[in-house]
């Protein structure tokens, strides 16, 4: 981030860049260290908190605005798959020794730029250095949803259809060209696919249109951030059940369709390598009519990829042509 000689202290750097983002009038604008959040009539409150470290989550170099705006979507994420509106958040930064005003200036642009676009505002936190050259943030959202529901990963039952919104695996394959890996599908992509799958990692998208589908419908339901496969294993955990997969089911972009096309290994890439920010839910039976009836109504993008199933919590992969696959490596870990 460059060596910088002056810099202001933690409640110059607070005042300059982070209280005008702290737009609710309870949060004293970050001169107290309690806020006040008031909860709407026949609403209950839903947390979600995600850590993000440079060299980890996203590259040290990466843009600063897209860097904040990242940290607050995948927080967001967590709440729109249990239908949730998120109400504001709190912001935990460990800045490297040699962070700059120029880098602060940039992050808190974008920490601007999506309050906005989703209506929410900073609502407290902590700022300190890290005593290193690495990059922690840590966000904390706060939301709403209707009081008395009780929408987890442990809602499933055998014989529930299983969904997915958007596309699967743009994310995944985006980074290895953002960190300057040369796999071998690269040649059939051009310039655009290419920037195509790198944006879609640098920034996940916005699924808030949603949430009234997964209210109204899902009998269990999470946002897929460790990989599709790894993360309908929690699902199957959780409620007791397994799932059958159908890998050839799963909607792909027009990059991920070449990529997968020209190289078998890059499906599981593909499905196991996270940070696709979109949502996995199931739906009971009795409600898929209803459901399918709703997402055409919508024009909301969801695909069924499989079935949940009796039996032990285990998956069982499909291929497009019927054949099962066994892949030791199913989702992206920490540790």
């Known amino acids: 981030m460059g060596e910088q000689r002056q810099r202001p202290g933690e409640f110059a750097l607070i005042a300059k860049y982070l209280a005008p983002l702290a737009t609710?009038?309870?949060?004293?604008?970050l001169t107290?260290?309690?806020?006040?959040?008031?909860?709407?009539?026949?609403?209950?409150?839903?947390?979600?908190?995600?850590?993000?470290?440079?060299?980890?989550?996203f590259l040290a170099t990466d843009p600063p605005d897209l860097i904040a705006r990242k940290a607050l979507r995948v927080n967001i994420s967590d709440l729109t798959a249990k239908g949730a509106e998120?109400?504001?958040?709190?912001?935990g930064l460990s800045l490297p020794d040699d962070w700059t005003e120029d880098w602060l200036q940039r992050f808190s642009e974008g920490l601007g730029r999506d309050a906005a676009v989703f209506s929410l505002g900073l609502l407290g936190g902590d700022t300190v250095k890290s005593g290193s050259d690495r990059l922690t943030i840590s966000v904390t959202v706060f939301g709403w949803q209707p009081k008395g529901t009780r929408l987890t990963r442990?809602?499933?039952?055998?014989?529930?259809?299983?969904?997915?919104?958007?596309?699967?695996?743009?994310?995944?394959?985006g980074?290895?060209?953002?960190?300057?890996?040369?796999?071998?599908?690269?040649?059939?992509?051009?310039?655009?696919l290419c920037n195509e799958l790198i944006n879609r990692y640098l920034l996940p998208g916005n699924r808030q249109d949603i949430r009234s589908l997964v209210l109204d419908y899902a009998s269990a339901s999470m946002d897929i951030s460790d990989g599709l496969v790894g993360d309908l294993r929690h699902i199957c955990v959780a409620s007791g059940c397994g799932a059958r997969l159908e890998t050839g089911l799963v909607p792909m972009s027009e990059a991920g369709q070449v990529a997968a096309s020209v190289e078998t290994g890059c499906l599981q890439t593909m499905l196991t390598g996270g940070d696709d920010y979109e949502v996995?839910?199931?739906?009971?039976?009795?409600?898929?009519?209803?459901?399918?009836?709703?997402?055409?109504?919508?024009?909301?993008?969801?695909?069924?990829?499989?079935?949940?199933?009796e039996g032990s919590t285990e998956i069982d992969l499909k291929d497009a042509d019927g054949q099962?696959?066994?892949?030791?490596?199913q989702s992206f870990s920490h540790f």
Do not use: N
């Open 24 to 29: 609710d009038p309870g949060t004293f604008d």
């Open 32 to 57: 107290d260290d309690t806020c006040r959040l008031d909860i709407p009539d026949g609403q209950q409150l839903v947390i979600s908190k995600d850590m993000l470290v440079s060299g980890m989550h």
């Open 86 to 91: 998120a109400a504001g958040y709190m912001l």
């Open 154 to 173: 442990g809602g499933a039952r055998p014989g529930d259809h299983l969904y997915v919104s958007g596309v699967i695996g743009d994310s995944a394959l």
């Open 175 to 192: 980074l290895l060209l953002h960190r300057g890996d040369q796999p071998t599908w690269v040649v059939a992509l051009d310039d655009r």
């Open 280 to 309: 996995l839910l199931t739906v009971p039976d009795d409600r898929h009519k209803a459901f399918q009836d709703a997402v055409k109504m919508s024009s909301v993008p969801f695909t069924r990829i499989g079935v949940m199933t």
């Open 324 to 329: 099962s696959l066994v892949w030791e490596q």
